[in-house]
């Protein structure tokens, strides 16, 4: 069987033991929610350079389209001004030209239709892009945070080891286990 005073100490240094293995888990759980939280971070930034890059691309394919919508315009002005002239129609008066000038406008209207398009889906991709900085910032606070949590948790444990021990090294004092 096992004295007391050996049973007291044995209690005493697992309870500061404890503490500071707490304290060591504390701040090891830290620093990996750290990690985890720069991890998150550069994820959104790499997402924020994705994004950069789809709105640049939308914004040069939008452009490519609004030019074959322009050629396809001149093409049917080309069309009709010729079968205008094939049935002897003075193409320069009258209805003729207010036909081709219909369709101009109509054909303008379509390109321009075409660059708004590339651009809302561009301005998409740019709100993206600041989101995923916005989130970026806010994983870096977090691991700032959840850094200082877990030196705050490990300082508690080793306070709170601190205490118990006190507190266990006291009472066995009085209980006359070691000498004052």
């Known amino acids: 069987m096992v004295?007391?005073?050996s049973l007291t100490a044995i209690s005493i240094g697992a309870t500061a033991a404890g503490g500071l293995l707490g304290?060591?888990?504390s701040a090891e759980g830290g620093q990996a929610s750290k990690n985890l939280y720069g991890y998150q971070a550069s994820v959104a930034m790499i997402n924020k350079q994705i994004a950069d890059q789809n709105a640049s691309y939308a914004?040069?394919?939008g452009?490519?389209?609004a030019q074959q919508s322009d050629m396809?315009?001149?093409?049917?002005l080309g069309q009709t001004k010729a079968t205008q002239g094939a049935g002897g129609l003075d193409v320069n008066k009258g209805s003729n030209v207010n036909v081709r000038a219909s369709e101009a406008?109509?054909?303008a209207e379509n390109t321009a239709l075409v660059r708004s398009n590339a651009a809302r889906q561009a301005y998409g991709f740019e709100v993206q892009g600041a989101q995923d900085v916005a989130q970026a910032g806010v994983d870096t606070m977090a691991g700032s945070q959840s850094l200082l949590a877990g030196y705050i948790g490990a300082g508690s444990s080793i306070l709170g080891a601190g205490a118990s021990v006190s507190s266990k090294w006291l009472g066995a004092q009085q209980a006359g286990?070691?000498?004052s």
């Open 3 to 5: 004295d007391p005073v």
């Open 23 to 25: 304290a060591a888990g």
């Open 59 to 61: 914004t040069a394919a």
């Open 63 to 65: 452009e490519v389209s």
């Open 72 to 76: 396809q315009t001149r093409s049917v």
């Open 105 to 107: 406008e109509v054909g």
């Open 177 to 179: 286990l070691f000498p």
